[in-house]
């Protein structure tokens, strides 16, 4: 049985984040998605890039899949989106609204806008934070943006979990990446 579910299709760094935190994590590619073979799971997890063919080839499987998507958060799973490190993106297979727009990597302030325990991303709040991009629409709540306003963590509820996403280019704290693990449920993709 996995904690988290990281969706790639290739070995990454970020695997070696939730060993080092104890966190079990299992890398699956996205055409498993909503098959029977994909292991419950409390988190899903899809990497910074996900839409950049450069990096990835994951997008089809994710696109294809937005009912699973919704049906692991529904019942109690908490999906975690990075950046998809694209011009411009819109997340038509989230049951949210949601678009990004990319900005070559920059540093600024944390600011805090709702108290969230999704704040926990970052280690330090007082500190600044590199960012690929924000998000030019969201219905979720926004928690962190940037020093011009614009969101760069938001969080949406929908059902008994939640999807979380961020443009914030940081590896996550470890108290996030526990609060992730604590705060779901175990739910089949």
């Known amino acids: 049985m996995n904690d988290a579910m990281l969706i790639w299709d290739n070995p990454l760094l970020f695997e070696k984040l939730f060993k080092e935190h104890g966190i079990e994590c299992q890398r699956i590619v996205s055409e498993s998605i909503g098959t ?76 805090k806008t709702n108290d969230h ?17 924000y998000f030019s629409k969201t219905d979720g709540d926004i928690v962190f943006t940037s020093d011009e306003g614009n969101p760069l963590l938001v969080v949406k509820k929908i059902g008994e979990g939640r999807i979380i996403a961020t443009s914030i280019h940081e590896f996550p704290s470890d108290k996030f990446l526990k609060w992730i693990i604590e705060t779901a449920k175990m739910s089949k993709l």
Not at 61 to 69: R, Y
Not at 76 to 104: A, C, R, T
Not at 125 to 132: A, G, I, K
């Open 36 to 111: 029977p073979f994909t292991p419950a799971c409390k988190c899903v997890i899809i990497p910074t890039g996900f839409a950049n063919k450069e990096y990835t080839k994951i997008l089809p499987g994710i696109e294809k899949n937005a009912k699973s998507f919704e049906k692991f958060v529904r019942r109690g799973g908490n999906l975690v989106i990075f950046s998809p490190l694209v011009p411009h993106y819109k997340y038509d297979w989230l049951p949210m609204e949601l678009e990004y727009v990319q900005q070559q990597q920059q540093v600024t302030p944390v600011c």
């Open 117 to 133: 325990e999704a704040q926990c991303l970052v280690e330090d709040t007082c500190s600044e934070v590199e960012f690929d991009g």
